[in-house]
Every structure is written in C-alpha cells, then in structure tokens.
C-alpha cells in the first residue's frame, strides 16, 4: 500500500505541476471566488460529489477530505480514495493561502518526496469557488477551468442542491457534462 500511495502522491504532484505550467500563459478569463473563506468553518470533512477528471483520482470511487486548521493559520489536508476494490488510499499536504488576509485561494502541497525535492514547483491551485452560508456544500476549482470538485458535508444532496451547483459550475465557464460522480455506498449485509 506505502508504494500505491507514493506512486498516487507522485501522480498527483506531477499533474498539479503541469497543470500550473499550462495555464501561466493563458489569456482567458479566471473564474470567481469567493472572496473570503471562513477557514474555522470551512474546515471539517467534505465528501466528493462529482470531480472532472483527474489523472490521479483516475481509479476513485468515492472521495473524500478533511481539512483542520492549524495554529498557524495554514490548513492540514487529508484527502481519501476508495477505489473500485474498495481499498482507501490517502494522500496528506498543507493548504494556505496564497495571499495573506485571502483565504479564497490556496496553494496545496501534498507531502511526498517530489514535493520534497521542488517545493516551488509542486504546489496546486485550489480556488474556492462557490460555498453555501451555512458551508454545508462548496465548489473548487482550478483557475484554468479543466479541474473542479463539488463538495457537500454529505455524500449526498437533494435533486434541487445538486442542479444549483451544476448551473453554478457552468456559468463560471466548467464544462460539467464530464464530471463524474460518487458511486452509492455498496450495500451492506
């Protein structure tokens, strides 16, 4: 497992890594955020709902993250994959913001030995994008448009919340007929 999962990090940082490269010359216009993000509210669990895809969630089922604020001011993250085995594998970083006194846009930098080794190149954008007043459901996304999350604090929403996060994710120019979505929870017997 130590192995999948450093193999998993690594993908993931490559990913992250030439996502940024590819979109520090492009010209087309960022998507909103949120302006402020109440991080001591923000944190907690998130259950993915629907991602676009992604390399390095290539075989996720089900995701999900859990931030905790820390003392000084950055984020732990902890973020889980069950893959179609239903085996969970995990990936841990530090999120903060990328400018101080913002808290709509962090750079997360997932702990593995390429971040080690270039920790200038390897860190991620995660923008948030969209979160409901009470901060039960989110959207994220990269500026370039070609990565977004929904999130909810369940692993599932109503019809009516679901199709209010997808106008959302259009409007702000997300291409959301290739999100793929959290499959149910297997029955238990």
């Given at each position: 497992m130590a192995t999948r999962t450093t193999l998993l990090l690594?993908?993931?940082?490559?990913?992250?890594?030439?996502?940024?490269?590819?979109?520090?010359?492009?010209?087309?216009?960022?998507?909103?955020?949120?302006?402020?993000?109440?991080?001591?509210?923000?944190?907690?669990?998130?259950?993915?709902?629907?991602?676009?895809?992604?390399?390095?969630?290539?075989?996720?089922?089900?995701?999900?993250?859990?931030?905790?604020?820390?003392?000084?001011?950055?984020?732990?993250?902890?973020?889980?994959?069950?893959?179609?085995?239903?085996?969970?594998?995990?990936?841990r970083g530090i999120a903060e913001p990328q400018q101080p006194g913002s808290t709509d846009k962090l750079w997360v930098r997932f702990d593995n030995w390429f971040s080690r080794l270039l920790p200038g190149l390897t860190k991620g954008n995660y923008w948030v994008l969209y979160h409901d007043p009470a901060y039960r459901v989110a959207l994220v996304g990269h500026p370039n448009r070609e990565y977004l999350w929904l999130l909810s604090r369940t692993p599932t929403v109503s019809s009516e919340t679901r199709d209010q996060l997808l106008e959302m994710a259009r409007k702000q120019g997300y291409d959301t007929h290739k999100l793929i979505w959290r499959q149910a929870e297997a029955a238990q017997p």
């Open positions: 690594a993908c993931l940082t490559l990913t992250l890594t030439l996502a940024l490269a590819g979109c520090a010359g492009s010209g087309d216009k960022q998507p909103p955020t949120t302006m402020q993000v109440d991080l001591q509210r923000y944190q907690g669990t998130w259950y993915e709902l629907a991602r676009l895809p992604m390399f390095f969630q290539r075989n996720c089922v089900r995701s999900e993250a859990h931030y905790a604020l820390r003392e000084d001011g950055r984020i732990d993250v902890d973020n889980r994959c069950q893959d179609h085995d239903g085996q969970w594998n995990e990936a």
